[in-house]
T-cell receptor
Framework: DAEITQSPRHKITETGRQVTLACHQT?????MFWYRQDLGHGLRLIHY???????NKGEVSDGYSVSRSNTEDLPLTLESAASSQTSVYFC??????????????FGEGSRLTVL | SQQGEEDPQALSIQEGENATMNCSYK?????LQWYRQNSGRGLVHLIL?????REKHSGRLRVTLDTSKKSSSLLITASRAADTASYFC??????????????FGTGTQLKVEL
């Protein structure tokens, strides 16, 4: 069965370190998204991609970067982790449906703690 | 900023009762979607309603959309303890909203007690 997987599921790191969260989907979806979820804020969009070599900034992109070298993967990198980036991170993917966004398929989340 | 805001933030009901959650949004949309999230898990898609639709059903779920009021409601009938979860609305503002992506609200925490 097709799926979307995130790794690691839990990570503790120190302020200033570089961290990369992996996201891999086997749906063959063109669209991939990274959200962060914080209490009181719901889900906020960090970065997204509509295809290979395409990346776009979302609502809260400062301090994060992504790259899309193939259809299946969209890794999220925190260049220099800050305590404000302690959060739960969700990757999602969707199929292209022209001008409309279809159903998103979510991973199980990566809980990141920055000390 | 959030496009969708759910109301209430938390809802506690007895098993067998109906649960109604509301979502308000700010800009025109292509579609509105509802998602469910069990504690510690990823979000799962429940239902999508397009801007030209007013009501949609899926099993025990009923979604309405009023584009003139920029609001939607999710009704879960005959609720079960297994429906305990957080529910989020998400809006697709389309290309005029900056591209094909969803903006999520802050969610409603539903607790269904036995």
């Amino acid at each position: 069965d097709a799926e979307i997987t995130q790794s690691p599921r839990h990570k503790i790191t120190e302020t200033g370190r570089q961290v990369t969260l992996a996201c891999h989907q086997t749906w063959n979806h063109n669209n991939m998204f990274w959200y962060r979820q914080d209490l009181g804020h719901g889900l906020r969009l960090i970065h997204y991609s509509y295809g290979v070599h395409d990346t776009n900034k979302g609502e809260v992109s400062d301090g994060y970067s992504v790259s899309r070298s193939n259809t299946e993967d969209l890794p999220l990198t925190l260049e220099s982790a800050a305590s404000s980036q302690t959060s739960v991170y969700f990757c999602a993917s969707s199929d292209s449906q022209g001008a409309s966004t279809g159903e998103l398929f979510f991973g199980e989340g990566s809980r990141l703690t920055v000390l | 900023s959030q496009q969708g805001e759910e109301d209430p933030q938390a809802l506690s009901i007895q098993e067998g009762e109906n649960a109604t959650m509301n979502c308000s949004y700010k800009t025109s949309i292509n579609n509105l979607q509802w998602y469910r999230q069990n504690s510690g898990r990823g979000l799962v898609h429940l239902i999508l309603i397009r801007s030209n639709e007013r009501e949609k059903h899926s099993g025990r779920l009923r979604v309405t959309l009023d584009t003139s009021k920029k609001s939607s409601s999710l009704l879960i009938t005959a609720s079960r303890a297994a429906d305990t979860a957080s529910y989020f609305c998400a809006t697709d503002a389309g290309l005029t909203g900056g591209g094909n992506k969803l903006t999520f609200g802050t969610g409603t925490q539903l607790k269904v007690e036995l």
